[in-house]
């Protein structure tokens, strides 16, 4: 080196403070990380259980970035999507302007997402939504990843608001340690990402022993929940590929999709009829074009 400035260390000026000085800057820096963890606090305090979600730490999802946002006068503007295609995959990138008219700031959120999505794609054997597409394509790959679009731009859209929200109120990068004082911990979080099947599962809803949830409480879930259910059949009706059971409870309805696949006979179980009392030992929470779906692999008419 020949002495330029990069061989000198700076002197922090600190270093030339006066004592006064140090004392105000250590109050200011007191003051300003109480605040900010309060407000922390009180925007964690605006979300439910499950607006998060468990990939190793607390991720908030797309509709706890709204919650967080309404209640904090955050402003969202609307997504820009850009698609890349590149060997049969599409890329997708996501721009959305998040501003905060309080403190006169605009935030620029990224969030991306693909068809190559292991929890859309999942194992060849799996359930996930990129096999349903496959199956309902008749095999055509590229069609199914064509139909898989609307949910990776969806996914996109959601990453690019959770990231941005959270950035802009400081609870992204917080841990489970973090939030457990506020009453999120991973056993309450909304689900638990397992990549490997393409699926998540919802922990406080995982026993198949559990005691069976009510209509209102499944219809509140939060998508890739897992449930029981014992009810009254309303009536039942046959698809192309599936039965569709509407059971009631009270006032409220819910309408159960059975795979013809998971009935050899092809045919609903004996006694499987209007007004009949049935348990289902597993319902899975899913989506279809936007809409909640409900399916489940078994039913057992009750005695």
């Known amino acids: 080196m020949n002495g330029t400035a990069l061989d ?34 009180a925007a964690i305090s605006s979300t439910y259980a499950s607006d998060w979600v468990d990939f190793g730490g607390p991720y ?28 049969g995959e599409c890329f997708v990138e996501c721009v959305m302007m998040i501003s905060w008219p309080r403190f006169d700031v605009d935030y620029a959120a990224y969030g991306a997402c693909s068809t190559l999505d292991k929890f859309y794609v999942g194992k060849a054997e799996s359930r996930a939504t990129y096999r349903q597409y496959v199956e309902l394509a008749d095999g055509n790959e590229r069609k199914a990843k064509f139909m898989l679009l609307p949910h990776v731009k ?76 014992r009810a009254t059949v309303f009536n039942i009706q046959r698809g192309k590929m599936k039965w569709m059971v509407t059971v009631t409870e009270g006032t409220n309805k ?19 009829v209007a007004q009949s009392e049935v348990f289902f030992p597993e319902i899975k929470v899913g989506e279809w074009q936007g809409n909640a779906q409900y399916s489940a692999n078994a039913v057992e008419v009750v005695e």
């Open 254 to 272: 819910l309408s159960v999709t059975l795979w013809l696949r998971d009935f050899p006979e092809q045919t609903p179980p004996e006694g499987l």
């Open 154 to 229: 969806k996914k996109a859209h959601e990453n690019a608001k959770s990231r941005g929200v959270s950035s802009l109120l400081g609870v992204r990068g917080l841990t489970w340690q973090d939030l457990e004082g506020m009453g999120f911990t991973p056993d309450r979080s909304a689900a638990k990402v397992k990549y490997a099947s393409g699926a998540k599962t919802k922990k406080s809803h995982q026993a198949k022993d559990a005691s069976p949830a009510t209509i209102e409480q499944i219809l509140a879930l939060p998508k890739d929940s897992v449930c029981t259910l």
């Open 60 to 87: 908030l999802q797309g509709k706890g970035a709204d919650r967080l946002a309404r209640f904090c006068g955050l402003r969202l503007g609307a997504p820009e999507f850009t698609e890349r295609w590149e060997e």
């Open 8 to 41: 000198t260390v700076a002197e922090s000026p600190l270093e030339r403070a006066t004592p006064d000085q140090i004392e105000d800057i250590e109050a200011s820096i007191i003051r300003r990380a109480e605040g900010g963890k309060r407000v922390v606090r």
